[in-house]
């Protein structure tokens, strides 16, 4: 059973950052790409952000210029810095590791909170 291990979810006001940590098995880490996706309520679940064992890197349009994901191979960790969140960044954040190759592979972490609220 592989585990991602999140951190850093939270309540924090209007305008604030969070940021987010998900360990993964160095076995994974390394050759998978490696995200974020949130689900807020009533909605669908929706990636956030990604980056490629590589270090390519995609951000989703209604977060560009205030999120940015990061990788520490040395880790294993995966990043998701937020800068001024805004309420509707409300939502369960999820890490997520993917692999595409003659089988695709999805690992996902338990879900972390993040609130923004005044």
């Known amino acids: 059973q592989v585990q991602l291990v999140e951190s850093g979810g939270g309540l924090v006001q209007p305008g604030g950052s969070l940021r987010l940590s998900c360990a993964a098995p160095r076995s994974i880490f390394s050759i998978y790409t490696m995200g974020w996706y949130r689900q807020a309520p009533g909605k669908q679940r929706e990636l956030v952000a990604a980056i490629t064992s590589g270090g390519s890197t995609n951000v989703t349009d209604s977060v560009k210029g205030r999120f940015s994901i990061s990788r520490v191979n040395a880790k294993n960790t995966v990043y998701l810095q937020m800068n001024s969140l805004k309420p509707e960044d409300t939502a369960v954040y999820y890490c997520?590791?993917?692999?595409?190759?003659?089988?695709?592979?999805?690992?996902w972490g338990q879900g972390t909170q993040v609130t923004v609220s005044s």
């Open positions: 997520n590791a993917k692999y595409v190759g003659l089988m695709t592979k999805n690992y």
